[in-house]
């Protein structure tokens, strides 16, 4: 082997490693709770973060001695563009939630509120509202199951350092 061709091939492997934090989109790692106690979230994010945990061996009850509390939950939506008539032709949504980790014995955060954000834009057509309100609630789904994605690997990250 050449020298030249060693080289790149130690360099991809230098840049793959520097990327360790790295993970592909819906990727999460497992808190090591056996359990959590969701309060203050929405009907969609605790289905959908239910559907993502306990599969994990992660159960959703209201007794555990861990509590993630969502403390704010916001949407937000505004134009993102407009067609050549002036009408809205783009729309953006944004979807928010702050949230903790209390112990439930003690009443004690046991980190920082966090906030987290996703944000999406799509097409909007003013001539087709049907298609439109169907494409909106599939973003809106996709923003759910983005800030659970990121959410639960945050709690992963606080269970580690409570663990340690």
């Not at 992660?58 to 993102?80: C, F, G, K, M």
């Amino acid at each position: 082997m050449s020298l030249r061709p060693a080289l790149a091939l130690l360099f991809a492997a230098l840049l793959l490693s520097a990327c360790s934090g790295w993970q592909l989109r819906g990727q999460t790692a497992t808190p090591n709770f056996e359990s959590i106690t969701l309060q203050g979230a929405s009907a969609r994010l605790r289905y959908t973060l239910e559907d993502l945990l306990e599969p994990n061996g992660v159960l959703v009850h209201n007794q555990s001695p861990y509590v993630v509390e969502i403390t704010d939950e916001e949407w937000n939506q505004r134009t993102a563009a407009v067609d050549d008539r002036g009408r809205a032709a783009e729309r953006e949504l944004r979807y928010e939630i702050t949230w903790q980790l209390i112990d439930r014995d003690t009443g004690a955060m046991l980190n920082p509120p966090r906030r987290l954000t996703a944000i999406r834009s799509f097409a909007y057509s003013p001539d087709n509202v049907t298609a439109t309100s169907d494409e909106e609630d599939l973003v809106r789904t996709d923003l759910i199951e983005d800030i659970s994605y990121r959410l639960i690997n945050q709690l992963a990250n606080a269970s580690r350092k409570i663990r340690d």
